[in-house]
C-alpha cells in the first residue's frame, strides 16, 4: 500500500507594517479619523464651557438633585413638585414607554390585518385598507394629532354627561374612567398563573409549529393558547382566594373620582401614532408578502389550503425576512414621533425636559439627556429586533 504524504502546514501569513502595507495605513487612516473627531469634540466642548463661564451661566448636572418645583399632570410614578428633577425626567421616560410600547404593540396588529387586507380578494375590503393607507401615510403626523384632540376634547359630552358604555365606565372630555381591581396578597398566585399560561401558550405553538413542519398536518393553535393562558390565570387566581374588589370610578358633582383615568392627552398620542404607523406599515406587511414567490401560493393550493391557513403558514413565515429590518425603523420612528405630545400637552420626556430647561436654564444637560435617552430607546429596540430577524431567517440546508 502506498503510503500518503503527510500535508504541508499552512505557510504562516507575515504582515507588513511598512508604509507600502494596505492595512497598516487603513489603520493609521481610522486612528486619525478618530482622533480628529475626538479632538474637536474637546475643543468645542471646552469653547461653549468657557464662554458659559464668562457669561456667568451654570453648567453640569447637579440640577437634577435639586426640588423641580413643578407638578406632572399624568404618571404612572406618583410624583410631588418637592422632589427631584431627575425624578421628574424618570417620569417623563415612563410617559414616553408608555406611549411607545403600547403604540408599538397596536400599530403592528392593526398593520398587520390592513396589510393582508389589502390583498384580500373582496373588492370592498381590499378598497378600504388602500384608502386607510394612502389618506393616513399622506396626511401630516402632527396634523393628526391635532384632529384627534380636537375629537377628543370638543365633540365629546362633558363629565355631566358623560358616555357610559359598561357600568363603572366614564367617558367624556375628561378622557376615560374604569375600574381597577384592588390589589390583595392572593393576586399573587394571579400573576403566577398569568405567567404559567404565558409559558404554556408558548410551549403549546411551538410544539403545534414543529408538528406541522415534521408531518405537514396543522393543530388547533390560537384557540388552546387562549384556553391555557384564561384557564391557567383562573387558576391562579382560585388558588390565591378569588380577590376580586374593585376600585370602581364614581361621579360627583364636578368630576369622577376613583378607578383608572386615561387623559384625553395620552390617548390622543397613542391613537394618533397607532394609526399613522400603520399605515405605513400595512405596507411593509403587503410588500413582504408579494415578495414570496408565486410557487408557494400554488403549493399551498395543491395542498388544499385554506386561504387563511396560506397567509399564516407559508405566507408570513417566509415574508418576516422582508418585513422585520423596515417594521424596526418603523418602531423607531414611533417611539421618536412620541416627541410631538407636547404639541398636545402630554408630559412626556420632551415636554418635561423643556420645563426643566425653562427653570434652570441649564438647556445642554437637558437636551444631552433627551438625546440620550432616545439613543438608548432606539439601540435597545433595534437589538431586540435585530435577535429575532437572526432567529426568523430562513435555514439553508
Known sequence: MQKMKPSRPAPVVKRDWSWRSQALRHVLYQVVALALIFGAGFYLLGNTLENMRLRGIKSGFDFLLQPAGFAIGESIIPFDSAESYGKAFLVGLSNTLRVALVGIVLATLLGTVIGIGRLSRNFLLRTLCTAYVEFFRN??????????????????????????????????????????????????????????????????????????????????????????????????????????ALDIPEKTELNVVGGGSVTPEYMTVLVGLTIYTAAYIAEIVRGGIQAVPFGQHEASAALGLARGQEVRLVMLPQALRVIIPPVTSQYLNLTKNSSLAVAVGYPDLVSISTTSLNQTGRAIE????????????????????????????????
Not at 222 to 232: D, E, K
Not at 368 to 397: G, V
Request: aromatic share 12%; hydrophobic share 55%; proline share 4%.
Open 139 to 244: 396626511v401630516p403626523l402632527l396634523l393628526q394629532l391635532f384632529i384627534w384632540y380636537f375629537i377628543l376634547t370638543e365633540t365629546l359630552p362633558t363629565i355631566e354627561e358623560a358616555l357610559r358604555p359598561l357600568n363603572g365606565v366614564f367617558f367624556s372630555k375628561n378622557g376615560l374612567q374604569f375600574p381597577i381591581p384592588i390589589w390583595a396578597d392572593g393576586h399573587v398566585f394571579t400573576v403566577i398563573g398569568l405567567v404559567a399560561g404565558v409559558v404554556a401558550s408558548w410551549f403549546w405553538t411551538r410544539q403545534a409549529k414543529l408538528h406541522f413542519e415534521a408531518t405537514g398536518k396543522t393543530r388547533q393553535v390560537v384557540l388552546p393558547a387562549v384556553l391555557l393562558l384564561v384557564g391557567l390565570t383562573l387558576l391562579g387566581w382560585l388558588l390565591g382566594g378569588s380577590a376580586s
Open 366 to 397: 437637558c437636551i444631552a439627556l433627551i438625546m440620550a435617552c432616545y439613543l438608548t430607546l432606539s439601540l435597545l429596540t433595534s437589538w431586540i429586533m435585530n435577535a429575532y430577524n437572526k432567529r426568523s431567517l430562513l435555514k439553508e440546508r
